[in-house]
Structure formats: structure tokens, C-alpha cells
RNA sequence: CGGGGAGUAGCUCAGCUUGGUAGAGCGCCGGCUUUGGGAGCCGGAAGUCGCAGGUUCGAAUCCUGUCUCCCCGACCA
């Protein structure tokens, strides 16, 4: 039987969503577990959250940031204190209302069956976010002005009962960091969103080789129990929207409700202001949608459990041992030799007793940047057999072994940046300004269709009328994206400089 | 919660209308041949057909109940 032309079917073209869980299969990343809507995190896929994980969090650290952990179930009384954020999270939330099981026999079928039992008297959320329990504890903590800026961040799962469950995209259990801080004063605490904000733009650009649209939510998308929420937007293959990466002003919301309260310099009792701010598992989904391929994942480098998979050919038995003794010796030094963005170069030495193509196809779906492989033949010569996932995967380059060692580092980072660059002229394609509603609804009866940038002044109410109407929100109201003259607005007609940033999402 | 669909081998599914020994492909295990390309041939293991009840000499198949999952809406990092 002839090989499929390409190793994921169906394609991006054909079905978009079934690819996409394609993809997670064919490079065992994840798959469906028994629980509903939670998700197994495969080796594969788990390794890619530690290095987002260990990067991101050395970025936290540099920027003043401490890690702690705090419970998993929060006191129902706890959700109840902001009106806004109870309501916004009451549709979602798991609850925790017994704390033994009792044996109990069935007197029909003679099974034994496990019956909660020993009801609690104040049932336990499980966290949907963690911002009330936080406050809980920063209430304590925070006593004068002197223990401002209070700066944390926790590594976390949260739950939320989501109706429509989708690999990495939207579990209902998903992995995230959460980073929550007190200041003394609103301007502070607004520095602190912005500078966050900017970090993650930066990340994505930097260690997911994504650009975003940066910018600030509206009233109705904001976070529930925010003053302010920015979001950093991804446009994916499909021209959808992926929020990848939000940060809150929380003004002092939840310092009063909470009564976070410090001495201020003049002796007066005054309210912290607040931040929160996360990045989720949600962005390993955003990175396969935006660089993945009708072969399967294709990694940023720096985020790549492997950069480099050696692939030994040994066709025949005398040369086997010669051969692997070289792979494994290349290996070495690249390690030793090499680094790159910071890392020794991560090389994998694949001596599987299977076919060349198989392994090859393995390490193609898996999405590892460069493949070398290296047969006696080029043990001889001197050269190794380079193949780069970016390229077509029969593409080959012969390469001196010695230059492949001395340019490993560029040849991950031209791969970078040619992952970064595909990706923004993409996006640039695909943002039109459009300045008439006629235009704007013809749009969106497309069933691809990329974001428009609209100059806006409508309410709130007059958002979520168009929202509903096209299936569409407002992304944000982009950051880079204003150029600072007047415009009508689409739907009030009144002039104005905003421009608001509409798609799809997911 | 509304509207559709499906539960049979590890995975994807056929079989059910018309009741009569449990099937295929992929995967897995073993052997031989292959190994610069997702290989071939031969052999093998594997399922109380979601669960409970009913009809029947006999139920994956018919009937009743029940549970779960998937898809389309509403919610959403």
C-alpha cells in the first residue's frame, strides 16, 4: 500500500478541527481519559509544558516574582465575595460537598457500591482561579506599606466545568500559572498588568516563535471582578482567535471585599490594589494550530524536548556497531559544544531496531526541528544527512559533519525565526480595516473569514448585539494597531480614534 | 438545558432490518525476509457485544428501563 501523502489525514484544508486532534494523536501528546472533559498528558506533551513551565518561570523570577502554593478547594463563602466574580465563575464550577464513601450493598444486583457520605457543612469549590483564596491569605500578610509590592505566583490545575471539551484548547481540568500581586497604589498595580502583559508578547514571540495582537479587552470580555483585563491574541491557521495569555487589573475589588488593608505612609488604613495574570497548557493548543503542518507538529526550537534526533542507518550488520558509535559521539559533542537560546543543544539518539522510514515519520509527526541521519556512507565522508522540519520532509541536505557542529545553534535559530516570520505575515494578511457595517456583515458570512479592524465606539450592549449576530467578539482593542486619527464609528457613526479588533474565536 | 447520534478486541468500526458457533482493518506478540525510507509473507493472543430486567428452546440482534460518551447550540483560559 502506497504511504498517504501526507502523514496527518485528514488536512488543514479538508476539516481543520479533526486535524487538529490528529495532529495531538499522531505525536502522542495527549489523549482523552476517562474522566470527562480532563485530559492524559503524555510524555511528549508534558515535556513541552515543563520547558513553557521552566522558561516562563525563570522569567518571573527575574522580574521579582515568588512561587507558592495554595489549596486546591476553596470555601464556597470564599466565591461569594465579589459579586461580579461569583457570577462569572458560578456556571463552572465542581463542588466538593461530602468527605467519606460507605461501603454499601446493592440489594438488587449484590455489588457493592461506594455512597458519599458525612455531608460538609460549607461545601469546597474546586478552584476555577484562585484570586479569592489568594486574597484570603494576602489579608494576613499585608499589614504596612512596607510589605508592598507582595509579588506571587503559583503553579497550578484548575477546573472548569466546560460543556464543550477540546484537547489543550479547553479541558476541563487544565494546568496553568497564576501569578497574583498587592500594591500600594493603583499605579503600581497598573505598571505591574503592563509589564506582565508585555512579558508574555514577548515569550510568545520569543519562545513560541508566535506573534500576537496585544491589547485591551472591553467591558464585556473583561475578567470577571477586573478594571482592566489585557489579552495577547493569536491568529491560528484557520484565521480564529486564540486568547493566549491575559492580565487584570483588579483596582481594589477584591482588597475590599476580601479587606486586604494596609498602614499607609501617613498612618491611614488603606486597600491594596491587585493583579492576576496566567498563561495555561492552552498554549501548547495555540502553538499546534499556529505552527503545525498536514505532517503533524512542528516545534519552535527553544521549546522542543529534542532539537535534534539522530536517525542511525545501519543496513548492514558489519558497519551496525561503527555507526551508532558515531551517532552517539556526535551526540556528545554537540552537547558539550554547543548550546542554544541558553541550553546545551538537546540531541536524541533514535537506535530503535525499526525501519528508517518509520523512525523518520515518528520524529516528522513529533515535530522535532532538525533530523540528522547519518549512514556509512556519510561516516566515510564525513558528512551527515540534515533534514529540517520546516522544510518538505523528503528535503535532504548533505552537510560536513564538522560545519553541522560549528552551526547547529543558527540553523535552530534561522528556524525560529522563519517560524515567526511565516506566522506574522499570516497574521498581517489577514487583519483588513473595515470601516462600514454593509462590509463588515458580509464579512463574517464566511465561513473562514480573518479579523477586522473597526474604528469603535459603541456600547456595550451594541457589542454584544453584533457578537451574537455574527458568532464574532471583540478581540481587543489592539495596542499597536491605533493610528491616532478620528474615524467613524461603524455602528454609532460618532467619530473616534478607538479601533476595536473583531474574529472569531476559539 | 434544547436538538441529533453512538456504545461490539487496545483503536476505528461491520454485523442488528429478517434472533441460531463473535467479525474486519489497524495495533500488539512470535518467526522468516527486508532495513538510505512510513515494508512483505506466515503464524498467534485478545471481546460474558455499556449495565439491569423482560420476551424466547435460544438475544449483540426484539422490548422496557438505566448509565455513559460523541456531534450541533447556550458557557468558556
Request: with cysteine; aromatic share 8%.
Amino acid at each position: 500500500m502506497a504511504p498517504p501523502k501526507t502523514a496527518i489525514t485528514p488536512t488543514r484544508a479538508e476539516d481543520f478541527p479533526e486535524w487538529y486532534q490528529q495532529v495531538v494523536r499522531a505525536a502522542d501528546m495527549a489523549e482523552n481519559s476517562e474522566t470527562r472533559g480532563c485530559m492524559v498528558i503524555k510524555p511528549w506533551g508534558y515535556a513541552l509544558w515543563e520547558n513553557i513551565q521552566s522558561q516562563l518561570d525563570a522569567r518571573f523570577k527575574e522580574t521579582g516574582h515568588q512561587n507558592a502554593y495554595f489549596p486546591l478547594l476553596i470555601p464556597l463563602s470564599f466565591l461569594e465575595k465579589e459579586a461580579e466574580h461569583a457570577e462569572g465563575f458560578a456556571t463552572e464550577c465542581a463542588v466538593v460537598t461530602h468527605h467519606r464513601l460507605e461501603p454499601e450493598k446493592d440489594p438488587e444486583t449484590g455489588k457493592t457500591r461506594l455512597v458519599p457520605t458525612g455531608r460538609l457543612t460549607e461545601p469546597y469549590v474546586i478552584r476555577p482561579t484562585s484570586e479569592t483564596i489568594i486574597g484570603a491569605a494576602f489579608s494576613r500578610w499585608v499589614e504596612s506599606y512596607r510589605d508592598l509590592p507582595l509579588l506571587i505566583n503559583q503553579w497550578a490545575n484548575v477546573m472548569r466545568w466546560e460543556m464543550r471539551p477540546r484537547l489543550f484548547l479547553r479541558t476541563s481540568e487544565f494546568l496553568w500559572q497564576e501569578g497574583h500581586t498587592a500594591h500600594e497604589t493603583q499605579e503600581e498595580a497598573i505598571e505591574e498588568t503592563r509589564m506582565i502583559h508585555q512579558l508574555y508578547e514577548d515569550f510568545l514571540r520569543d519562545h513560541l516563535a508566535i506573534p500576537v495582537v496585544a491589547g485591551e479587552k472591553t467591558e464585556a470580555e473583561r475578567f470577571p471582578g477586573a478594571e482592566m483585563t489585557l489579552t495577547v491574541e493569536v491568529m491560528v491557521q484557520d484565521k480564529k482567535a486564540i486568547q493566549a495569555g491575559t492580565s487584570h487589573y483588579l483596582g481594589q475589588n477584591f482588597a475590599k471585599a476580601q479587606d486586604i488593608t494596609f498602614a499607609g505612609r501617613d498612618g491611614n488604613e488603606e486597600h491594596v490594589h491587585t493583579t492576576s495574570w496566567g498563561v495555561s497548557t492552552r498554549l501548547i493548543g495555540t502553538l499546534i494550530m499556529a505552527h503545525a503542518d498536514d505532517d503533524g507538529l512542528v516545534l519552535p526550537p527553544r521549546l522542543a524536548p529534542h532539537h535534534v534526533v539522530i536517525i542511525p542507518v545501519t543496513p548492514k550488520e558489519e558497519t551496525r556497531e561503527a555507526v551508532i558509535e558515531s551517532c552517539h559521539a556526535l551526540a556528545e559533542t554537540l552537547r558539550r559544544e554547543q548550546n542554544y537560546a541558553g541550553d546545551p543543544i538537546r540531541v536524541h539518539v533514535d537506535e530503535r531496531d525499526l525501519g528508517g522510514g518509520v523512525r523518520k515519520w515518528e520524529w516528522v509527526k513529533k515535530g522535532v526541528p532538525i533530523r540528522l541521519e547519518i549512514g556509512p556512507r556519510d561516516i566515510e565522508s564525513r558528512k551527515v544527512c540534515l533534514q529540517r522540519r520546516i522544510e518538505p520532509a523528503n528535503a535532504k541536505e548533505f552537510m560536513d559533519r564538522e560545519s553541522f557542529i560549528r552551526n547547529a545553534p543558527e540553523i535552530l535559530a534561522d528556524i525560529h525565526r522563519k517560524l515567526l516570520d511565516r506566522l506574522t505575515k499570516f497574521r498581517d494578511a489577514n487583519i483588513t480595516p473595515c470601516n462600514a457595517l454593509p462590509n463588515f456583515a458580509e464579512h463574517w458570512s464566511h465561513a473562514v473569514a480573518g479579523w477586522l479592524l473597526t474604528p469603535w465606539a459603541g456600547s456595550r450592549e451594541q457589542e454584544e448585539e453584533l457578537s451574537k449576530e455574527h458568532k464574532i467578539t471583540i478581540r481587543c482593542l489592539p495596542n499597536d494597531l491605533q493610528d491616532g486619527r478620528d474615524a467613524t464609528c461603524i455602528v454609532t457613526g460618532k467619530p473616534t480614534m478607538c479601533r476595536a479588533l473583531w474574529g472569531r474565536a476559539y
